[in-house]
């Protein structure tokens, strides 16, 4: 099979929901993909921010073939180490003190939306339900996670949403504005990643805090894509010293297999009893064996490296004609240039490098372990694409 045959059968046996760039990958190592026509490319994409240790990482490799050699499924009626290991993991990491595991970002996000009402109803009786959100955040494709994304053109063609969303700008006027004495909590990306890599205020985030702690409103922080040491940080909310009490993390966590986690602190872990919340396929023992190699690697050396890469990038990238911004932490940026963020992502396409667009920005989820001369090609490609 050429490339072009499958564009073909593609376009007619796919619901036609993504709008694909013209690649079809077929593998890859490291941070260099492979397509069905022999041609190579440099990955700032990482599928979205999941393949963070790169393609074919031999670490997590042999981490899920050594599970697949043992068992595929175990079903969450019984109990399995990976699941717990890795839970383990989780809890060291954040301070969180219980996990709940689901297959995707938004699905992590259901959980958490789930507990913080459950969370109020037990606390202050029926009523108090309402959860705000930020305008231009993004929370998943299900009806309650959509419901809660603040995006308006989310918002077409799917109704009736469930009820108790209510959207912010993402400043304490905002949030002050949307507060009621119904408030359950107020769930946010510290970077919001799909509309266009906005890093929040650090001085807006902690008087939420306390905003929040002083009225038992719970704080969710959605750490999707900005969580596993993408921003140079285990979970960007460290970064600002920020106490939330649910924490959702998913597409980097597997190192490539679906997973997502609803991390629950002090206040909620045990909100949830039995038959409150379930998976049939959540805390997979493959996927949680892989992310138990994924999250053991990312070390505070690591995560130091996260940020120097960034900067690097971050210095790189502001030099280029034509840039205006570029935003983000860590190995998650958005740049800012003028161009279509599309047109960006073709040419570079064209030219061997694989990036991402995020609303008006081009947006870079390269791999965390990405060598210092593979920045430099990508570099060197978005210089001839934006600079000219
Ligand atoms: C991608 C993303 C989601 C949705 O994750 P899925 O795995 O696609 O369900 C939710 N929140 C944020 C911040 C995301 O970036």
Request: glycine share 10%; charged share 20%; aromatic share 10%.
């Amino acid at each position: 099979m050429d490339s072009n045959e499958i564009f073909s059968d593609d376009k007619k046996y796919i619901a036609s929901t993504y709008a694909r760039f013209n690649i079809a990958v077929k593998e890859g190592k490291g941070s260099v993909i492979t397509d069905y026509d022999g041609k190579k490319y440099i990955d700032c994409a990482t599928g979205i921010g999941v393949n963070i240790f790169g393609i074919n990482d031999e670490v997590w490799k042999e981490a899920v073939i050594s599970q697949i050699n043992s068992i595929q499924h175990v079903c969450n009626l019984y109990y399995a180490l990976p699941q717990v290991r890795l839970a383990k993991l989780l809890t060291e990491k954040s301070g969180a003190k219980k996990v709940f595991f689901g297959n995707s970002g938004a699905e992590a996000n259901e959980c958490a939306i789930k507990v913080a009402r459950k969370y109020s109803y037990m606390k202050y009786g029926e009523g108090r339900k309402e959860i705000i959100t930020m305008k231009n955040s993004f929370h998943g494709r299900t009806i309650a996670t959509l419901a809660a994304t603040g995006q308006d053109a989310f918002h077409n063609y799917f109704a009736p949403f469930p009820e108790g969303f209510r959207y912010a700008e993402p400043t304490m006027e905002g949030v002050i504005g949307q507060y009621t004495d119904k408030t359950c909590a107020v769930m946010l990306e510290v970077v919001q990643g799909e509309s266009g890599v906005n890093n929040l205020s650090p001085e807006f985030l902690s008087r939420l805090e306390k905003f929040c702690k002083q009225r038992d409103i719970l704080l969710i922080i959605d750490e999707v894509q900005t969580g596993n040491g993408r921003t140079g940080y285990m979970y960007s909310y460290q970064a600002f010293g920020l106490n939330p009490d649910i924490v959702t993390t998913a597409k980097g966590l597997g190192g490539g297999l679906p997973i997502g986690a609803c991390l629950l602190f002090d206040k909620c872990e045990n909100t949830f009893t039995y038959g409150d919340h379930g998976s049939t396929f959540g805390g997979n023992p493959v996927a949680c064996a892989g992310a138990v190699s994924i999250v053991e690697r990312i070390t505070p050396e690591l995560l130091l490296e996260v940020q120097g890469k960034g900067a690097y990038f971050k210095q790189r990238l502001s030099m280029i004609k034509n840039v205006k911004s570029v935003s983000g932490m860590g190995l998650m940026i958005g740049i800012e240039c003028g161009k279509q963020p599309a047109e960006v992502a073709k040419a570079c396409l064209e030219k061997g490098l694989i990036v991402l667009t995020a609303h008006n920005k081009v947006r870079l989820l390269p791999p965390l372990n990405i060598k210092k001369d593979e920045i430099d090609e990508a570099l060197s490609i978005l210089n001839e694409v934006i600079g000219k």
